[in-house]
């Protein structure tokens, strides 16, 4: 079992950037592919972007490309999600997720899922 523990939402005027931050515990997380979705209200779980195992490879929904990056520090058992220039459609929570396969965009390829942080994006 892999627990994850999402931190660093909050509310940001559109144009601003959060950092969020997923501490994982339970188990090593290195092999783990790691994960980001959001959930805005009344609307499905997206994918925002993933990381492998080592971080040299990413990839992202065009939705965020360009403005949000993924980066681990597998030592620390963190996953990062910076997020620039910030836009009133990004508001959701996000979640971090782990995935014990390769990378991958689906939702149900993912494993373990954290709580959520609120980010909030105001006009």
């Known amino acids: 079992q892999v627990q994850l523990v999402e931190s660093g939402g909050g509310l940001v005027q559109a144009g601003g950037s959060l950092k969020l931050a997923c501490v994982g515990s339970?188990?090593?997380?290195?092999?783990?592919?790691m994960g980001w979705f959001r959930q805005a209200p009344g609307k499905e779980r997206e994918f925002v972007g993933a990381?492998?195992?080592?971080?040299?490879?990413?990839y992202y929904a065009d939705s965020v490309k360009g403005r949000f990056t993924i980066s681990r520090d597998n030592a620390k058992n963190t996953v990062y999600l910076q997020m620039n220039s910030l836009k009133p459609e990004d508001t959701a929570v996000y979640y971090c997720?782990?995935?014990?396969?390769?990378?991958?965009?689906?939702?149900?390829?993912?494993?373990?899922w954290g709580q959520g942080t609120q980010v909030t994006v105001s006009s």
């Open positions: 997720a782990a995935d014990r396969g390769p990378l991958r965009i689906g939702l149900y390829d993912y494993d373990y």
């Open positions: 339970g188990r090593r997380f290195s092999p783990y592919t």
């Open positions: 990381s492998n195992w080592s971080g040299t490879s990413t």
